[in-house]
């Protein structure tokens, strides 16, 4: 028996939204069945948003900032309730830690791991209350009008923010979103992917549990219609997107007609370009383990993985070698390496990918199928074509799967070439034994994070990317520029206080 059914997802109100600091009923019966990924059976089911709720959630938010209290505290004091939420997530990490591989497919361990950095970014932001330039003093230009002499440079939240979460690493991207809005001054909608709600409504039990004034945070399921509903809304000063280049495209374009804030981290096709010193064994491992995170489905995911010509071959035995051996199975198994993809229509688009590389003339070397082993659940072999050419459609479109393009460069010129020859530029990293080649070579990669030796991102830094991989940046210092509007104000002289 699968170990992913011992226990059901501990949701308060699955039934219900959390609007203006309450439980509120849904106006329709309409519902969301959740499907567990590896059992295929239904996990637990959610009310579906429709326009009267979406409609009630932004105004909630929009009555909290205009009236509420929230916009007005200093940041020491909301710093106060992010670090409420930090404690109070800690206690519930476990909980999650048991959803969120049956929304996803994320292996248990990884979910362990990872969820431990969802506390620190609550904390990172609240810090950033006494140490961030809120307000500085400038001196203004000179100017013949009399008076004016005193300026301040004022940074104040953009206003109501609407954050559309995926449904691959939900609560992390909450969180992502909502610690540095919630520090500037902002009240948020979040709108949790049909596919994976439960990060959603554990946020909202804990925003009841720590008293955050209502309508601060707003919690919502919607499918694609009643979403759009939030980015055209002129009641949302902001938007913050996660997902597809293509959902992306089109959010720009409608916050573009009403001249709205958006951040949008979009998708990637990220190359690891190994040049010719480097250790092609120790490559092969790292590359192979990093896509069994989330089973591929990583934006940032080095999938195209550029080697020097006259040694294609030997990297994409050894790579081959290594992707192969990966142990695939259920998520709960602490043996388990990869688990299955979040969705069978995730299953069906990957394998759609597969025949497509096949028919185009790439060479599969591993995988491409279904575990043998495996009965049920979306699962799909750790898979590896070898005589990629970057013009075929495995090495343009991202797959969100465990499928590996290796592709032949003539030299470390043509290698650069290749891996800035997409339309995305998210990731990327260089495989050398010499640093300074890495910087020299990583320089030139059109990317928003270019790690070393590895794939490498860290969000407590910043996280985003070049052309159509997104716009602004997530995490770090950076995370928090985009919820903040830049505001000169030109004094007579000093305020009393």
Not at 143 to 151: F, K, N
């Amino acid at each position: 028996m699968s170990l992913a059914n011992e226990v059901t997802a501990p949701l308060r109100h699955p039934d219900r939204f959390f609007i203006g600091g309450e439980w509120v009923e849904p106006s329709s019966t309409s519902s969301i069945d959740v499907i567990d990924s590896d059992s295929e059976e239904l996990f637990f089911r959610v009310a579906e948003a429709q326009a009267p709720d979406m409609d009630r959630a932004i105004g909630a938010a929009k009555q909290a900032f205009d009236r509420g209290p929230w916009p007005r505290l200093s940041h020491e004091e909301r710093a106060g309730y992010l670090r409420a939420m930090a404690d109070a997530l800690e206690r519930r990490g476990e909980e999650y830690n048991n959803i969120w591989p049956r929304e996803s497919g994320v292996v248990q361990s990884t979910a362990r791991f990872m969820s431990q950095d969802n506390p620190k970014a609550f904390r990172f932001y609240a810090d950033l209350a006494t140490t961030y330039p809120f307000e500085q003093v400038v001196t203004p230009s000179p100017s013949p009008v009399p008076g004016g002499e005193y300026g301040l440079l004022v940074r104040e939240p953009v206003g109501v923010v609407g954050a559309i979460i995926p449904w691959n690493g939900p609560l992390m991207l909450i969180v992502g979103k909502i610690a540095p809005a919630l520090l500037a001054g902002c009240t948020v909608i979040v709108k949790v992917s049909p596919e994976a709600p439960a990060a959603g409504y554990l946020i909202a039990e804990i925003a009841e549990e720590v008293g955050l004034p209502p309508g601060v945070v707003n919690v919502v399921t919607a499918d694609r219609e009643v979403s759009e509903l939030l980015v055209r809304d002129p009641r949302v000063d902001k938007i913050s997107f996660t997902g597809s280049t293509a959902a992306g495209r089109k959010i720009g374009a409608i916050c573009g007609e009403r001249i709205a804030r958006c951040t949008l981290e979009l998708g990637g096709k990220s190359a690891a370009v190994i040049l010719d010193d480097a250790d092609f064994a120790a490559a092969a491992a790292a590359l192979a383990g990093a896509e069994c995170m989330l089973s591929g489905q990583v934006c940032a995911s080095l999938t195209r993985i550029v080697v020097p010509r006259n040694r294609h071959d030997e990297f994409a035995d050894a790579l081959a070698s290594a992707f192969s051996s990966v142990r695939v199975g259920d998520p709960f198994d602490a043996s388990t390496q990869m688990g299955p993809l979040a969705m069978e229509r995730q299953r069906d688009r990957v394998e759609g990918y597969i025949a497509k590389g096949i028919e185009e003339g790439a060479r599969l070397i591993t995988g491409g199928g279904r575990p043998a082993h495996l009965d049920r659940g979306y699962y799909i072999e750790p898979t590896v074509f070898a005589g990629v050419d970057n013009n075929h459609t495995i090495a343009r479109e991202e797959i969100f799967g465990p499928v590996l393009s290796v592709i032949p460069a003539d030299d470390e010129e043509h290698a650069i070439d290749i891996a800035n020859d997409t339309i995305y530029g998210l990731n990327a990293s260089v495989f050398t034994t010499d640093s300074a080649r890495a910087r020299q070579v990583g320089g030139r990669l059109r990317s928003g994070t270019v790690g070393h030796n590895n794939m490498r991102i860290d969000f407590g830094i910043a996280f985003g990317g070049y052309k159509q991989s997104g716009i602004g940046r997530e995490g770090g210092r950076e995370g928090l520029l985009p919820y903040l509007e830049t505001k000169t104000m030109l004094l007579d002289q000093a305020p009393s206080a």
